[in-house]
């Protein structure tokens, strides 16, 4: 089993600038892909940004140029710059990892609990 923790969210006025962090843990052989999604309320869940094994990033249009996805394979940690925060960047923030836990074993995605990011003034 792997455990994800996420933390750093909160309640920021527009234009300021929050860092997330999801840190896995528990039986873990080899991380893959490291993404966050959001939901807001009412909404879709969506993809923010990903990152690949390789470093490789991606990012959603609404938020290119303002996020900045970044792993620490050390430590097995993803983190989520975000400058430039909008009332629309309120959501939920969700990290979501696949992980493979043995040599043998197939790869497993994981979600996070939640991490609340308000934008408001």
């Known amino acids: 089993q792997v455990q994800l923790v996420e933390s750093g969210g909160g309640l920021v006025q527009p234009g300021g600038s929050l860092r997330l962090s999801c840190e896995a843990s528990g039986s873990i052989f080899s991380i893959y892909a490291m993404v966050w999604y959001r939901q807001a309320p009412g909404k879709q869940r969506e993809l923010v940004a990903g990152?690949?094994?390789?470093?490789?990033?991606n990012y959603a249009d609404s938020v290119q140029g303002r996020f900045t996805i970044s792993r620490d394979s050390v430590k097995n940690t993803m983190y989520l710059q975000m400058n430039s925060l909008k009332p629309d960047d309120t959501a939920v923030y969700y990290c979501?990892?696949?992980?493979?836990?043995?040599?043998?074993?197939?790869?497993?995605?994981?979600w996070g609990q939640g991490t609340q990011v308000t934008v408001s003034s």
């Open positions: 979501n990892v696949a992980v493979r836990e043995s040599l043998l074993s197939g790869i497993k995605v994981y």
């Open positions: 990152i690949t094994s390789g470093g490789s990033t």
